[in-house]
């Protein structure tokens, strides 16, 4: 193994685009002068289709959980009742942050490793027609499933009044994300994920339902303020100092998005879940989630008859490739595979090529090259192939 070299396939952080690195390491300049206000000015109107929505999209410093908090404290008033969805441990961070909180809320458990139906939600809403705003999951990091935001928000939509508020750290950049089309009211995300980015930024959308309610809302608050960065970006400003140098980065990620198209990007991550997950079908070995519920991004894996984490050191050892194990319950029950941001259909084979290795190093015994093979019938057999 080479001293420096990382192949790094966990669901965040990711690798950085030799690009952004480079755009990362200019000199620092002072956040109240004009080159500052050039950058916000380049990188605000660019934002808004990652996010699908017209609204602005408002940068704070902060990993993703810091943007996760934002939108609790700044669209829940005191006294409000929620409806937070749990499909794994990024669902129950929402239920964690209301605990602190001490917002009132239902909890809808969903099995991990399973998406929510959103004729559960609509049942719920039902139930409880107090509920002013439902919590849910984009891309569960933690089970890799991509939950059906669309349909969540139809029939939130349908059955009340209730603001939709979504987590797509794992998937903002990665997964098509539509706020505005979906009648979703916050899209929250990080930059360390399929944003090519360092963790240290997290990112706010929010619909003008959701705003009225932020603007309505006098719950006690400060660096989270939306309404303070709001106010600064018609400036092109931000109300403390930003991390600029993120920003730098932000700003080459942008237009690296750009040159491939967003929807080619979707595209290359779709391909990407394919191809792993193909692999891991043609060497039986036990895929976490159904096809049907399963996330452009992470892919998890519950192996029948070995031991992940030994699976997991075996690679790490011989190649320096670090998978993710299991959060909570799910340790050493399974693996799991980042496969967004600055990955590519080549990032995907030399992962499944080596893990291959790595299964035999541990005993397990497969037929070399068996996974890589249906992965490469995927890319060839692929349509619209360019
Ligand atoms: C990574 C992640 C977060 C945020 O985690 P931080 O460590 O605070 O950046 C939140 N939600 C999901 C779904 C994630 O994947």
């Not at 790094?8 to 990711?14: A, D, E, K, S, V």
């Not at 933690?142 to 939709?164: E, M």
């Not at 036990?286 to 096809?291: K, W």
């Not at 340790?331 to 893990?355: E, N």
Request: negative net charge.
């Amino acid at each position: 193994m080479l001293p420096d070299q990382q192949i790094l396939r966990i669901p965040g952080p990711t690798p950085i685009p030799p690009r952004v690195q480079r755009a990362m390491s200019q000199p620092m300049i002072g956040h109240r002068g004009d080159e500052a206000k050039e950058l916000l000015e380049d990188i605000t109107p660019k934002l808004k289709p990652v996010f699908g929505t017209e609204e602005e999209v408002l940068v704070l410093a902060g990993s993703g959980t810091a943007g996760l908090e934002t939108a609790v404290v700044n669209t829940v008033k005191p006294g409000d009742e929620v409806l937070v969805i749990v499909t794994g441990a990024f669902g129950d961070r929402f239920a964690k942050i209301c605990d602190a909180y001490e917002i009132r809320y239902h909890r809808l458990d969903v099995p991990w490793g399973e998406a929510v139906h959103s004729e559960k939600v609509a049942h719920l809403l039902q139930q409880h027609p107090g509920i002013s705003a439902v919590f849910c999951t984009y891309c569960e990091t933690s089970t890799g499933v991509l939950n059906p935001v669309a349909d969540i928000a139809k029939a939130v939509r349908q059955y009340s009044n209730a603001l939709v508020i979504v987590d797509g750290v794992s998937a903002v950049g990665g997964a098509e994300t539509k706020m505005d089309e979906w009648g979703v009211d916050v899209v929250v995300t990080g930059s360390q994920k399929a944003l090519m980015l360092p963790a240290g930024l997290t990112f706010i959308a929010a619909s003008k339902r959701a705003w009225k309610a932020m603007e309505e809302n006098n719950r006690s608050r400060f660096y989270f303020d939306l309404r303070k960065y709001r106010d600064n970006l018609e400036k092109n400003s931000t109300p403390f100092t930003p991390a600029v140098s993120l920003l730098y980065g932000l700003q080459e990620v942008l237009k690296l998005l750009e040159e491939e198209g967003l929807e080619e990007v979707y595209r290359r991550h779709q391909l990407m879940m394919k191809m792993t997950r193909a692999a891991f079908q043609a060497l039986d070995i036990p895929l976490f989630t159904a096809d049907s519920d399963a996330s452009p991004t992470v892919t998890a894996v519950k192996p029948a008859d070995f031991d992940p984490e030994m699976l997991r050191k075996a690679v790490k050892e011989d190649f320096g490739l670090t998978l993710a194990g299991g959060q909570q319950h799910l340790k050493g029950q399974i693996f799991r595979i980042g496969h967004m941001g600055y990955c590519s259909p080549a990032d995907v084979l030399q992962t499944i090529s080596l893990l291959e290795i790595g299964l035999t190093k541990i005993g397990k015994s497969i037929e070399l090259g068996k996974g890589v093979q249906a992965a490469q019938e995927i890319y060839v057999n692929q349509e619209g192939q360019k």
